[in-house]
C-alpha cells in the first residue's frame, strides 16, 4: 500500500447535548518502511466536552467499485489534544489486517462524527445508551448497583491492595453517587433488601410489576437519568447476544467488549467496559470480567437475578446474587 485516499464527512446532527462537533480535517499517512499500519489525525470542532463524547466514525470504499472494505481494525490512542474549540484524535488502522495490500486508487477513507447518545442495533429493537449510569464516556465503569438498587456506588481503591494473582482489589471503600463514603459495603447479602425475596414477595412489596420486571421507583436508570431511560429486561439482554456480534477490544485502554449489529446495522455498536463485580470489600476483575444487571429477577430462584456477563472467551446470560455490585447500560423503547 503506498498512500490511502482520504475525505472527510460533514457532521452527523445526533440526539443529546452533543449536537455541535463537525469535522474539520482529516489526515492519514502509511507508515515507512510500510508495516502495515495507518496513522490518521482528525481535526474536529466544538467545546473539549462535547468532543470528548463524540465518536469518529470511519468507513473506507473500492474508489472503482465503491464495495465497503472492513476498518474493523482502528484503535485510538487515547489522547485529546488542542485548546478553545479545535481539538484533535489519533487513530492508528492496522490496514494490511483489514484490506491487505492495495494501491492509491483502491481505497477512500471517510470518516464522521457521531454525536448520538444512543444506538439501535436491531430492526425494530429498542436504542441502547453508548454509556453506563453514572458514566460520561463509553469507557467508563460508572457506578455499581445491587440488584433493585437506585443509588450507585463507586469503587475507591486508594487504600485497597490489589490481589495480583487473583485479579481483584481488596479493602475498597464504596462512595455512594451522592458523595457519602460508605462505612460498611453495601454489597453484602445483609445490605440487599431485594435478596431472598421470591417473585410474589417483590411484587407484593412494589419492587416489581406485573410483567415481572423493576418498577420505575427501583429502575436505576430511569431514577438516574429519567424517563424514557430504563434498564432492559432479561429478553432484551438475550435479543443484545443473538443479535449482534462481539469483540474483545480496548478503548482508551480500557478493556471491554464491542457490541455491533449485524446486516444493516453493521456500522452500529456499544462499548460495554469490564467493569468487574463488587462484593462486599472486594471490586473482583476488573478490566477482566464485565456483570450487567437487567430489571428481571430468577422467578424460580429467590437469591438471584439474571445478569449479563463477558470476559475475552465469552458473552453471554447467567444467573447472580442480587447482592453484587453491577453496572447498569440504559435502553430507551421497546422492541416491536
Known sequence: MKKILTAFAALLVGMGCFADVTVADMTVQQRYPWNGKVDIVVTLTGTADEVAN?????????????????????TED?????????????????????VGAVKIADVALTVDVDTSVD??????GPHWAKCNVG?????????????GDTV??????????????????????WVSSTGTRMRSSPFDSYSCPTYNKSTSELQSQGY???TGNLVAKYDAATVHLGTPWRMPTSDEMRALVDNCTTTWTTRNGVYGRLVTGKGAYASKSIFLPAAGDGSGSELDHPGSYGYYWPSTPRS???????????????????????Y?????????????
Not at 453484587?324 to 416491536?336: E, Q
Open 324 to 336: 453484587h455490585g453491577r453496572s447498569v447500560r440504559p435502553l430507551r423503547g421497546f422492541a416491536k
Open 208 to 210: 416489581i410489576d406485573s
Open 152 to 173: 450507585g456506588y463507586s469503587a475507591n481503591t486508594n487504600s485497597a491492595t490489589w490481589r495480583s494473582g487473583y485479579y481483584y482489589w481488596y479493602g475498597v471503600t
Open 300 to 322: 424460580d430462584l429467590s437469591d438471584y437475578a439474571w445478569g449479563l456477563y463477558f470476559y475475552r472467551g465469552n458473552f453471554g446470560r447467567n444467573i447472580y446474587y442480587r
Open 78 to 98: 487515547g489522547v485529546l489534544t488542542g485548546s478553545g474549540t479545535t481539538w484533535t484524535h489519533r487513530f492508528v488502522w492496522d490496514a494490511e489486517a483489514d
Open 135 to 147: 458514566a460520561s464516556k463509553p469507557e467508563e465503569y460508572g457506578y455499581y448497583f445491587w440488584w
Open 54 to 74: 463524540a465518536d469518529c466514525v470511519f468507513a473506507a470504499t473500492n474508489s472503482a467499485t465503491h464495495a465497503a472494505l472492513s476498518v474493523a481494525h482502528i
Open 119 to 124: 444506538v439501535q442495533l436491531w430492526e425494530n
